[in-house]
């Protein structure tokens, strides 16, 4: 038995994260950083309310298999959400999903790729910022400078594209 009270570091060989864990991160954040292009190409053939439906009936439907394999391969019942959860989830998948991709599509018409990712890129300083006026939350410090941090990088990468 180890007397050893202290928490994992990240460089412990216990708790790091599975290659697959990483190219799982790594296919999600080439997929949604090249979705502002794939948008902009794709107004050309569709207009956003049908696009914004097609992605997401795509994505859903990968879900669902995910979703069925994966509680096969666990054997695992599947289970539905609680009928009292319903109209949360309904509200949340309205304004998360739908409002959200349906601005962007919409924004694409007039603005550019770039333009578009570096104001979705803002959602998280902004989210500090009216977190900590409206609800009053403190936000360590750390917050603060990833907020910082990120602010500073978007504007660098506004800069480098024009």
């Known amino acids: 038995m180890s007397t050893d009270t202290r928490p994992p570091t990240t460089l412990d060989k216990r708790t790091r994260a599975p290659a697959a ?3 799982a991160l790594t296919g999600a954040l080439t997929l949604w950083a090249s979705a502002f292009v794939g948008i902009r190409s794709a107004l050309h053939d569709f207009t956003p309310g049908p696009m914004a439906l097609l992605r997401f009936t795509i ?3 990968g879900l669902l298999a995910l979703w069925l394999v994966s509680t096969r391969l666990r054997r695992e019942r599947l289970r539905l959400p609680a009928r009292r959860d319903i109209p949360l989830l309904l509200l949340c998948a309205l304004l998360l999903i739908v409002v959200y991709n349906l601005g962007v599509n919409f ?3 007039t603005v550019s790729p770039g333009t578009a990712s570096f ?3 803002q959602v998280p300083v902004f989210s500090i910022m009216l977190a900590a006026a409206i609800l009053r939350e403190r936000v360590a410090v750390v917050g603060w400078v ?3 941090a990120a602010l500073v990088n978007n504007r660098r990468a506004r800069a480098a594209r024009a």
């Open 107 to 109: 924004g694409e018409q």
């Open 146 to 148: 990833g907020a910082g």
């Open 59 to 61: 994505a859903s439907l």
């Open 21 to 23: 864990v990483w190219l």
């Open 119 to 121: 104001l979705v890129g």
